[in-house]
């Protein structure tokens, strides 16, 4: 009897899980509604049911999906392991999306289903990063065949049909690599989650990639490496299909995960099928979307992302200073295109979100602050949310350090760019660590928080939208001890949910401090709530609030804002300024030429 026939009538069990990680006190972090919705989880759930609906097991075998993102949901071990049990085992479990802090616990959660002979799968950004930049022994993927776990690298766009025959066969292959033939992105299923998962993010949001790959250098990403420096793209019609399936079950809002939106070719045609869908569809879109500093020079870019429903956009700032930017080969970010920029996307009342990297060559305590102060005098951003700089698997600062024999932590539950992993030059570990926590402090200060609300009302930025981030942003490293994207409402917690090695707390303990801890941290929460609530409301009401104007939101001076500290206080910033204004004496000369010869 062949195999396709022995399975026909079987129900192959596919359970996607897309792990959390541990917190520094050992416990998993998860939350009754999480901040950032699976991209990973998304696409894998959608390619999934494309399999199901294709039987790529053969005729009459149906392929259940379960999708779990641990953030938000308990991983039931007990239970999945007798869902496989009824099913003689038949099916699969596919980790996926596995970053490097989440390969830890990731290993953790496969051990049992390993040990009950359940097949599972990883794949991800640490086990295509690894395999990326470094050899196939490195940084933990030995535990992976000891265990028995196959390793998937690349994307599953057109290759999932395989490893899903290979499962049901129990001939699952130690490694699927793909990471040299990764796949258009094109007319293939789309991201797609049930509504009942969905549930489960804060604001019911999920999430989509319009395009992958990234064309810069930058040294400390693992996007260029991972998903290539070609970029590949989803055409408007893919777009609009996923628009519909969403707003088919009643979501709207999306968190578009290109790396760089800004440089999708298709973005004109995106951006127009959205604003018909807003406009004369009547579908009521609401997007985040990632771009670069140069984005306000593609003509109409920010006029049509407002249109399409933009209401935050993502920057990745990095840093104020262009010795940090050059040594991290951010080269495309230009200091002197920042205000300009930033100006651009508060003339359409968007919400500016920017990426500040602490740890960088040049940054010292004392640094990092004068360049935040500069940042809330002269930036019109509204959010910064800092990172320390990590040498991540599958980036070359990390390839560059393994080849070298430099120095890194080796638990990789910390490569989260929120704690220290690698030494630095000027700063020791405790001054860096130090001035990380600082940083948040320094920013959401009550007296800026109340100058971004005054810049908000003038300038037509949700206030009460603007309100919600600034309470999370400002409240999550000293409340939580954890980045803002791994938050979300209401910390969920078990005791028997530690990690392996760590000693089991008593119940009573346990339940009493969470308990506690619930109840202290809330009442901060709604008193910053209510302070901010206020003071807005406040600031509604003053006369001439409208006119508001201060330095970050005057208008760019004709010598591109030559007298800023922005641009005075580091020598990359003042090379920066003498350049643009060699470039504009040259230009205009060039044009004074051109008028003399015609």
Known sequence: MSNSRATVGRRFQLVLIKPSHYDDDGYVIR?????IPSNSLAALYGISADCAEREVLGPG???????????????????????????????????????????PRALDMAHPFREAGVPVAMGGFHISGCLAMLDDEAVGLDQC??????????EAEGRLDDVLRDAAAG??????????????IQGTPVPFLPKTYVEHTLGLSTSFDAGRGCPYQCSFCTIINVQGRRSRFRSADDVE?????????GIHKFFITDDNFARNREWEAIFDRLIELREKHGIPL???????????????????????????????????NPDNLTAAKK??????EYRQMLLAWKAEGIITIAGYILGFPADTPETIRRDIAIIQQELPLDIVEFFCLTPLPGSEDHQALWRAGGEMDADLNIYDVEHVCTPHSRMSKAEWEGIYREAWALYYTPKHMHTLLRRAVATGVPVHSLVKLLVTFGTSVPIENMHPLQTGILRLMRPSERRPGLPRESPLIFWSRLAWRTVRKNIIIAGRIVGLVLAASAIKREVGR??????????????GDGKFALLTKTMGGSAAIAHMNKVARLTAAARVDKKLVT
């Open 31 to 35: 939350w009754w509604r999480a901040m």
């Open 61 to 103: 075998v149906a392929i259940d999906i379960v999708a779990i993102d641990e953030t938000n949901t308990r991983v039931d071990i007990p239970g999945l392991l007798k869902r496989f049990e009824r099913h003689g085992n038949f099916g699969l479990v596919a980790l996926v999306g596995v970053q490097s802090n989440q390969y």
């Open 145 to 154: 065949r000891e265990m028995g776990i196959s390793m998937f690298a690349g």
């Open 171 to 184: 001939e699952l292959k130690p490694l699927y690599d793909f990471m040299k033939d990764l796949p258009g």
């Open 241 to 249: 299909k996923l628009v519909r399936m969403n707003w088919a079950q």
């Open 286 to 320: 609401g997007l985040m979307i990632q771009v670069d500093t140069l984005c306000h020079r593609i003509e109409n870019f920010v006029e049509k992302a407002k249109r399409a429903g933009v209401t935050r956009v993502f920057i990745g700032l990095e840093n104020v």
């Open 331 to 336: 080269r495309q970010n230009k200091i002197t």
């Open 546 to 559: 409208a006119g508001y104007m201060d330095q970050a939101l005057s208008p760019v001076g004709e010598d």
